[in-house]
Structures are given as C-alpha cells and as structure tokens.
C-alpha cells in the first residue's frame, strides 16, 4: 500500500526536482549598479550597489557586471578571486556604459611593505581574471595594481589623476596583458591625500615591475608627471609595443634593471613625442640589463636624447642588445625647441655610459636630432667600439647641425660628447612623406634603403597611411578571443 506514494515522490524529485535546483543555484553573471541595493538578488533589474559584494560572490567561470554611472567607492574594490584556464572571472563594465569609478574621497592606507602601493582597484593572490571597460579615477595612491597574481588581463580600462602608477604589475606576478587602455595624469603629486613628503611621486605611469611573462600594448598614455612606460627591476619575457605615448615630463619608454637581472624584454612600434627622451635604458641597480630588442619603434620631437644610455644609479652592465630599424627626428632640442645645446640630455642618441657590450645600432634612421646625430661619451677608451662589441652601422643619417666636436655639457652631464656615424652610413634626407604632420614613411626615391632595397627607419616600403594605428580611433577595443599581438580585435589582416 506504500507503493502510489513512492511514485508519487519519484515523479516530484524527476520533474520538479531540476527546476527547484536551477532556480536556487547561483547565478553565472551578477549586475552592479550606482542606484542598485545589496538587498536585490543582483540581476540586471535588482543589481546590487556594492562592488566589493559582487566581487565576493565571484568564482570560475562567473562575470560581475557594472551598469552605467559613477560609483563613489568608500573603499578600494580588492579582487582575490581565482579562475582557471577554462573558465576565466570578468569584471566589466557593461558594454557601450560609462563605468566610472571614483576614489576621490577615500584614503588607501600604505600597506607597509613594498611597494606600498594599494590601488583603488587592488587585484593580488587572484589567477585568471579579466578587467575589462573600466574608468577608475582620482586615487589617492594607484589607479590598477597587480601583486602576486598570474593570468590577470586589464583590457580597455582608464586611470585618470592618480598619485603612482595608472596600472602597475609587480613582482612574483606572471602572464600579465594590459590591453588598449588609457593612462591620464598618472605620478601628480597633488593626488597624495596628505602633503606629499618626497621630491616625486613614486613610480611611472605604467609600471611593469619584476613581473615575468606581459604583454603591454595599445595603451594610451599621455599629460603624465613623469615617466609613460616602466619595464624594470627583474622583470623578463615581455613585449611593448603599439603604444602612444606623448606629453609626458620624463622619458616615454624605460628599461632599468634593479635588485636582480632584467632580459628578455621587446619593445617594438611604439610611438613617442612631446616627452623628456624618447626610450631610456639603465641598469641603475641589477647586475645588468640583458637581452632587449627595440625596433620600428618612431621615436620624434621629443625635448631631449631620442635613445640614451644612462649612468644613472650604479651604472651597471647593459649587453646584447639591438637597437634597429627605428626612427628618430628632431629629438633634442630642448623646451620649446629653441635648440639649447646645454639641455640636459640632447642629440639622437646618446652613449654616455661606457658600462655597454654586444649593442648593435643598426637599419635605423636618425635625422635633424640636436645637436648631434649618434654620440658618446669621451670616456670611452680608445678602440672603444671593437673592444666593447659595439656595432654603428648601416644607419642613415641627415645632420643639420654645425657644432664643433666635442661638445662639452656643463650644465648637467659634466661631459664631453663626441659625434660618430658609425660604419657604412648613408649621409643624406631620408625623404620622409610629410613630417611636419607625422608623416614618417619613405618616398620612392629615399635613399634610406638596405642592399636589398628594404627601407630602413619604422616604416617598411608599402606601409599606407591606413596603418598608422595610433591617428584615430585609438585605444583599438579589444576583442580578447580574437586577440593577436599585431591584431587587436582579430579581424585586421
């Protein structure tokens, strides 16, 4: 008699069971919103209105979207959250939303331990997390930071006015893409919630510190206080490329090795203006700075040295590194570019460290640098170039100027400058296109070209103008399944 009442119960859990199970399971996408209460389930019409609770909620697999509006944080939003390689954890702002985040009213604490530099959006111990379509502004210390992560992408993001980096990766921090996205006022000293007591603000608009195994590309990085892209302390196996960097008050692009061995580091189709020097490389305290290729990068109208080779910190080793098929023009000239020839750091390029072996310099184009084309310092000894395995050769060359050789630099190099063209160079203009307008390609009848008639400089022959990626529409928006290194969204071939 106990036989209807058990069909009964079986046919309850069959055809009811799943519906109660899938309605009370969590759901896989949970929505945020200024005008939302932690009280609602987090759908897309009951979204909460804490970030850091929907954060909290976040496991493989799961997306926390944040719907239009301005998000006054009390704290800094801190995403320790853990993916896997199959199912990855997005925050984003929703698509085509204005997603702003704002910490102008909050203190973030200093950590006490290095680097003591919290973000407003603070990502550590987390694996497999994409941050996509964010604005976060006003920080009183980082805009984004990264601290012992691995398999973390920023993508399409904005930091704006912040008192250290815009977006910073550190060390034990692996598998790192930082994506297409905008860095503004990074390094302003006034961002500092009580009087800042050092000379400068920490850091470097972009920070890629001691981190292994990154991608930094299509970035936007402009109007900063100091430097606009940081490779440096041990940091290896990275690549830099197709960023826009201008307008900042230090050097565009850095390399710097500290507290251990920098290498393997690419920094290629890059572009650079209206800054200090256009790329910088130091060993200022690693043993040294190992590895580099830069290339096709068009590095011009910047205040000081296109390319130099600092003695700053300990001075120590830079080896094996290649420096081709670049382009340099007008770097140089000092502020306003009245021509100073006593501007602190000047010319094309500009040897001063001697602590160099196995540097090629080479297929480049340096043309109406101030006041010379390729330089050294008189420090190096005699033989200087065969005994240091230092190959100048095969660039062209266009020098303008009229100085007389060496030239001594009083005001803060306490140097003696010496001019070379190296071997095999081709002395003449390079014919560019257009370059009042930025227009550096080469003419049909350029001289700037290899025996094998390849140009030389940034632009190889048959570049368009439809190439030049940085003129419009840029940052690129990131289609991350799709994403090659040279083709953004996937679809550009």
Same mark, same amino acid.
């Given at each position: 008699?106990?036989?209807?009442?058990?069909?009964?119960?079986?046919?309850?859990?069959?055809?009811?069971?799943?519906?109660?199970?899938?309605?009370?399971?969590?759901?896989?996408?949970?929505?945020?919103?200024?005008?939302?209460?932690?009280?609602?389930?987090?759908?897309?019409?009951?979204?909460?209105?804490?970030?850091?609770?929907?954060?909290?909620?976040?496991?493989?697999?799961?997306?926390?979207?944040?719907?239009?509006?301005?998000?006054?944080?009390?704290?800094?939003?801190?995403?320790?959250?853990?993916?896997?390689?199959?199912?990855?954890?997005?925050?984003?702002?929703?698509?085509?939303?204005?997603?702003?985040?704002?910490?102008?009213?909050?203190?973030?604490?200093?950590?006490?331990?290095?680097?003591?530099?919290?973000?407003?959006?603070?990502?550590?111990?987390?694996?497999?997390?994409?941050?996509?379509?964010?604005?976060?502004?006003?920080?009183?210390?980082?805009?984004?930071?990264?601290?012992?992560?691995?398999?973390?992408?920023?993508?399409?993001?904005?930091?704006?006015?912040?008192?250290?980096?815009?977006?910073?990766?550190?060390?034990?921090?692996?598998?790192?893409?930082?994506?297409?996205?905008?860095?503004?006022?990074?390094?302003?000293?006034?961002?500092?919630?009580?009087?800042?007591?050092?000379?400068?603000?920490?850091?470097?608009?972009?920070?890629?510190?001691?981190?292994?195994?990154?991608? +930094?590309?299509?970035?936007? /990085?402009?109007?900063?206080?100091?430097?606009?892209?940081?490779?440096?302390?041990?940091?290896?196996?990275?690549?830099?490329?197709?960023?826009? +960097?201008?307008?900042?008050?230090?050097?565009?692009?850095?390399?710097?090795?500290?507290?251990?061995?920098?290498?393997?580091?690419?920094?290629?189709?890059? +572009?650079?203006?209206?800054?200090?020097?256009?790329?910088?490389?130091?060993?200022?305290?690693?043993?040294?700075?190992?590895?580099?290729?830069?290339?096709?990068?068009?590095?011009?109208?910047?205040?000081?040295?296109?390319?130099f080779f600092s003695k700053w910190g300990a001075d120590n080793l830079r080896e094996e590194v290649? +420096?081709?098929?670049?382009?340099?023009?007008?770097?140089?000239?000092?502020?306003?570019?009245?021509?100073?020839?006593?501007?602190?750091?000047?010319?094309?390029?500009?040897?001063?460290?001697?602590?160099?072996?196995?540097?090629?310099?080479?297929?480049?184009?340096?043309?109406?640098?101030?006041?010379?084309?390729?330089?050294?310092?008189?420090?190096?000894?005699?033989?200087?170039?065969?005994?240091?395995?230092?190959?100048?050769?095969?660039?062209?060359?266009?020098?303008?100027?009229?100085?007389?050789?060496?030239?001594?630099?009083?005001?803060?190099?306490?140097?003696? /400058?010496?001019?070379?063209?190296?071997?095999?160079?081709?002395?003449?203009?390079?014919?560019?296109?257009?370059?009042?307008?930025?227009?550096?390609?080469?003419?049909?009848?350029?001289?700037?070209?290899?025996?094998?008639?390849?140009?030389?400089?940034?632009?190889?022959?048959?570049?368009?103008?439809?190439?030049?990626?940085?003129?419009?529409?840029?940052?690129?928006?990131?289609?991350?399944?799709?994403?090659?290194?040279?083709?953004?969204?996937?679809?550009?071939?």
């Amino acid at each position: 008699m106990y036989i209807p009442r058990f069909i009964a119960i079986l046919f309850f859990i069959t055809t009811w069971g799943p519906y109660k199970l899938k309605a009370t399971a969590q759901p896989q996408e949970v929505f945020v919103s200024p005008s939302g209460s932690d009280s609602n389930a987090g759908t897309r019409n009951k979204p909460l209105r804490s970030i850091q609770k929907a954060v909290g909620m976040l496991e493989p697999g799961k997306t926390v979207t944040l719907l239009d509006g301005l998000y006054n944080l009390t704290a800094p939003v801190t995403i320790t959250a853990k993916g896997s390689a199959e199912s990855w954890i997005t925050i984003r702002g929703e698509k085509g939303a204005e997603v702003i985040l704002d910490g102008l009213k909050i203190n973030i604490p200093d950590s006490g331990i290095y680097p003591r530099n919290n973000g407003l959006v603070q990502i550590e111990h987390a694996a497999y997390i994409r941050l996509v379509n964010i604005h976060v502004r006003n920080s009183h210390r980082c805009g984004i930071n990264i601290q012992e992560s691995r398999y973390i992408d920023v993508i399409n993001c904005t930091s704006e006015n912040s008192l250290s980096p815009g977006i910073a990766t550190w060390q034990r921090c692996e598998y790192i893409r930082i994506l297409g996205n905008t860095v503004i006022n990074a390094n302003d000293m006034k961002m500092s919630w009580t009087p800042y007591k050092g000379h400068e603000a920490p850091h470097e608009a972009i920070s890629v510190a001691g981190s292994h195994h990154f991608e +930094v590309a299509w970035n936007h /990085v402009y109007n900063c206080e100091k430097e606009g892209i940081d490779v440096k302390e041990t940091a290896a196996f990275g690549s830099v490329h197709h960023n826009y +960097v201008h307008d900042c008050k230090r050097q565009g692009l850095y390399i710097d090795a500290w507290f251990g061995q920098l290498e393997h580091i690419e920094m290629y189709r890059n +572009v650079v203006h209206g800054c200090e020097s256009g790329i910088a490389i130091s060993s200022e305290d690693g043993p040294n700075t190992k590895n580099l290729k830069i290339h096709h990068n068009l590095i011009y109208n910047n205040r000081a040295t296109g390319i130099f080779f600092s003695k700053w910190g300990a001075d120590n080793l830079r080896e094996e590194v290649d +420096v081709y098929s670049n382009t340099f023009y007008r770097n140089g000239w000092g502020k306003n570019f009245s021509g100073d020839p006593q501007y602190w750091l000047s010319g094309g390029c500009y040897l001063y460290s001697t602590k160099l072996k196995n540097l090629r310099i080479q297929n480049n184009i340096f043309a109406r640098n101030f006041p010379f084309e390729i330089g050294h310092t008189s420090k190096m000894a005699d033989r200087w170039a065969s005994q240091q395995q230092i190959d100048i050769s095969r660039n062209l060359i266009q020098d303008t100027n009229k100085s007389e050789f060496p030239i001594y630099l009083h005001f803060w190099l306490k140097d003696s /400058v010496y001019a070379t063209t190296g071997t095999h160079a081709i002395l003449a203009d390079p014919h560019f296109v257009n370059p009042q307008e930025g227009d550096f390609r080469l003419k049909e009848d350029s001289p700037a070209k290899d025996g094998g008639g390849n140009y030389l400089g940034a632009f190889p022959k048959g570049t368009k103008r439809e190439s030049f990626w940085w003129k419009e529409n840029f940052p690129p928006v990131i289609h991350i399944e799709n994403y090659q290194p040279n083709y953004p969204s996937g679809t550009e071939k």
